[in-house]
């Protein structure tokens, strides 16, 4: 049982606690920008329908969407060393956070290669077949005309990702990461004042979650400026249930 709630206690934990949210928000950036290229790699077998790797790809995703993010912490925290020791690679030494960082990497690639896969595929094809014709390459119809609507089709879903990265990365302390739920357990067990500290800590994470909200929100509205079609009502509400939802050729098999 700990101690008789008092308010003051909770104007004093949050100081203390933002002296670590630069740990939190390193492990949420560090582990989407990876999550971007395993997420792109991972997409791409699918796109392009390549037999092996898309089978390979599909098992991977399933795995990391199907499966708890603390279960995979400690799948790799303490099974990866241990694999690694059959080819003579020594990780003992890498620090807890490289560990942590990986698995949310991991984590978010699957979730994203499923964003991006479904944007590109929003994209109308008669666009791509237009640039075609007036002489465009493969390359300059990707980049000028798909993967701007595909970042702007995506960026609510990506948002999504990143915010739920961000509240994830609450049981990094598990492996023992001093992140702010890390050193929210130490001020709770030195005061006994859990109730106020775990106040303290909903109340940064709601804050930065809300900035982080309004950031991907402004900048959907400037990357759709030029875009009134995707900007539309109707059409967002025909692409978003195709971001979120698996997708599935006839006879159920998943494409």
Not at 36 to 54: D, E, H, Q, S, T
Not at 122 to 137: N, T
Not at 236 to 245: G, H, I, T, V
């Amino acid at each position: 049982m700990g101690r008789r709630f008092e308010f003051v206690y909770i104007l004093d934990f949050i100081p203390k606690l933002l002296g670590y949210l630069q740990i939190t928000l390193f492990i949420v950036a560090a582990s989407v920008v990876l999550g971007l290229v395993v997420g792109l790699i991972v997409a791409l077998p699918r796109m392009y329908n390549i037999p092996v790797l898309k089978r390979l790809s599909v098992i991977y995703v399933s795995f990391f969407r199907g499966t708890p993010i603390l279960i995979q912490l400690f799948l790799i925290y303490y099974g990866l060393p241990e694999l690694l020791k059959g080819i003579s690679i020594d990780v003992s030494k890498v620090p807890v956070l490289a560990f942590v960082i990986f698995t949310y990497a991991l984590h978010s690639g699957a979730f994203i290669s499923e964003a991006i896969r479904a944007a590109v595929g929003a994209v109308d094809r008669g666009q791509v077949e237009a640039a075609y014709a007036i002489g465009m390459s493969g390359f300059e119809a990707f980049t000028r005309i798909v993967l701007p609507q595909a970042v702007a089709i995506s960026l609510p879903v990506f948002a999504n990702v990143v915010i739920a990265n961000l509240k994830d990365t609450s049981l990094a302390f598990t492996l023992g990461a001093m992140e702010m739920t890390g050193k929210s357990q130490t001020l709770g067990l030195t005061t006994q004042h859990f109730i106020e500290v775990y106040i303290s800590l909903s109340l940064i994470y709601f804050v930065v979650s809300v900035i982080l909200e309004r950031l991907f929100q402004l900048a959907e509205r400037r990357m759709l400026r030029y875009q009134p079609e995707l900007a539309s009502t109707p059409s967002r509400k025909r692409q978003l249930p195709r971001l979120l939802l698996p997708q599935f050729k006839k006879g159920g098999e998943q494409a």
